[in-house]
């Protein structure tokens, strides 16, 4: 399994980032697969997820409204679009994969599978 996380960087506050993750080596269809985050110092954090079908999104209460997360499955890649940035949202943001059957109680002990992580910086 690889999970490519890009489109990490840096970012002055009210700006706006596009994740990207590529996904292989497993039915993509079949999972949900979300972003979680982790700051120094913190836990890592489910920041959003979405299931393959119906589709169905789960999001953080810190970013619902500003991120969106979405998929292609014929390209096997989601995407999580940050808009309205705030320093606090500066973190290494990881893409997973989470075990069948979780859903909605997605948490970073039901991942399956992690991405390497790719860092968002917020600056004030």
């Known amino acids: 399994v690889q999970l490519v996380e890009s489109g990490g960087g840096e970012v002055e506050a009210g700006g706006s980032l596009r994740l990207s993750c590529a996904a292989s080596?497993?039915?993509?269809?079949?999972?949900?697969i979300g972003w979680l985050r982790q700051a120094p110092g913190n836990e890592r954090e489910v920041v959003s997820g979405i299931a393959s079908r119906p589709g169905t999104t789960y999001y953080a209460d810190s970013v619902k409204g500003r991120f969106t997360i979405s998929r292609d499955n014929a390209k096997k890649t989601v995407y999580l679009q940050m808009n309205s940035l705030k320093p606090e949202d500066t973190a290494i943001y990881y893409c997973?994969?989470?075990?069948?059957?979780?859903?909605?109680?997605?948490?970073?002990?039901?991942?399956?599978?992690w991405g390497q992580g790719t860092q968002v910086t917020v600056s004030s």
């Open positions: 997973a994969v989470f075990y069948r059957g979780v859903e909605p109680d997605l948490t970073s002990d039901y991942v399956a599978w």
């Open positions: 080596g497993f039915r993509f269809d079949d999972y949900t």
